[in-house]
């Protein structure tokens, strides 16, 4: 879904700034079936069931009337939570000394996930020291997924 995506992911984030929220992160999981638009919002003081409600109603109307995705689809609103996913350079560096977990599109030295304590970003790497003392830079179009490790 390439540059469908790069459209579909302005058209999201466009409805949701306008809204006064933070656009945390969109994916999108075609399906056999039915496609999984996941939309991550965050505010201020948090997100609430009535944030996501209130973002749901307004992403859905303007997703009808836009039409950038193809076939049929579930819409999802959800609050980062507290293994928060990271998207962008900006999320690692603001959480830079955060512990991280990160899953990699390809082997880095023979892994796939690594888990460490965010040191942010170098040039265009996000890196990462393990809890052995072995730090990563890993090219951020590299990683599949990343989030935040709770600390409960």
């Not at 990683?143 to 709770?150: G, M």
Request: proline share 4%.
């Amino acid at each position: 879904m390439g540059q469908d995506f790069q459209t579909l992911k302005r058209i999201v984030a466009a409805t949701v700034e306008a809204m006064g929220y933070e656009l945390v992160g969109v994916e999108f999981h075609p399906r056999s079936v039915s496609a999984l638009l996941r939309v991550y919002i965050d505010g201020e003081n948090g997100i609430t069931l009535d944030d996501c409600q209130r973002v749901s109603h307004q992403v859905s109307g303007v997703l009808d009337v836009e039409d950038p995705i193809t076939g049929s689809y579930t819409l999802e609103i959800s609050s980062p939570g507290l293994d928060r996913p990271l998207f962008e350079a900006k999320h690692f560096e603001r959480f830079a000394g955060a512990e991280v977990r990160i899953q990699l599109r390809e082997l880095l030295d023979g892994r796939r996930k690594l888990v460490g304590c965010l040191l942010g970003m170098r040039g265009s790497d996000v890196v990462i020291v393990g809890h052995d003392g072995q730090e990563w830079q890993v090219p951020l179009e590299q990683i599949e997924k990343a989030r935040l490790v709770p600390q409960l």
